[in-house]
């Protein structure tokens, strides 16, 4: 398996920018893909942004153009690089990982405290 530690929220201001950044460990080897997920109050856990081993990357459109989602395969991290930020931004940010043959993410960090305000 594979362990996933997120660190980098915290509170911002609206137009703001924030990096958040994920650690990987364990049977890296076994991961295909990782992103970035966020979960608002009363909300649906969503999709923000992922990549894989080849370095393809996907965003939802609601941070396209805001976020960038990037990877340091030397130190088994990915990072979210989130900018001009709104309130409807304000959520729970998860590290997750696709680990070996799974086709949805199937390993999740503890998640991080993103607060935007107006």
């Known amino acids: 398996q594979v362990q996933l530690v997120e660190s980098g929220g915290g509170l911002v201001q609206a137009g703001g920018s924030l990096g958040l950044s994920c650690v990987a460990s364990?049977?890296?080897?076994?991961?295909?893909?990782m992103g970035w997920y966020r979960q608002a109050p009363g909300k649906q856990r969503e999709l923000v942004a992922d990549?894989?081993?080849?370095?393809?990357?996907n965003y939802a459109d609601s941070v396209k153009g805001r976020f960038t989602i990037s990877r340091d395969n030397a130190k088994n991290t990915i990072y979210l690089q989130m900018g001009s930020l709104k309130p409807e931004d304000t959520a729970v940010y998860y590290c997750?990982?696709?680990?070996?043959?799974?086709?949805?993410?199937?390993?999740w960090g503890q998640g991080t405290q993103v607060t935007v305000s107006s």
């Open positions: 364990g049977n890296v080897f076994r991961v295909n893909a």
């Open positions: 997750a990982a696709k680990y070996g043959l799974a086709l949805q993410y199937n390993f």
């Open positions: 990549i894989t081993r080849g370095g393809r990357t």
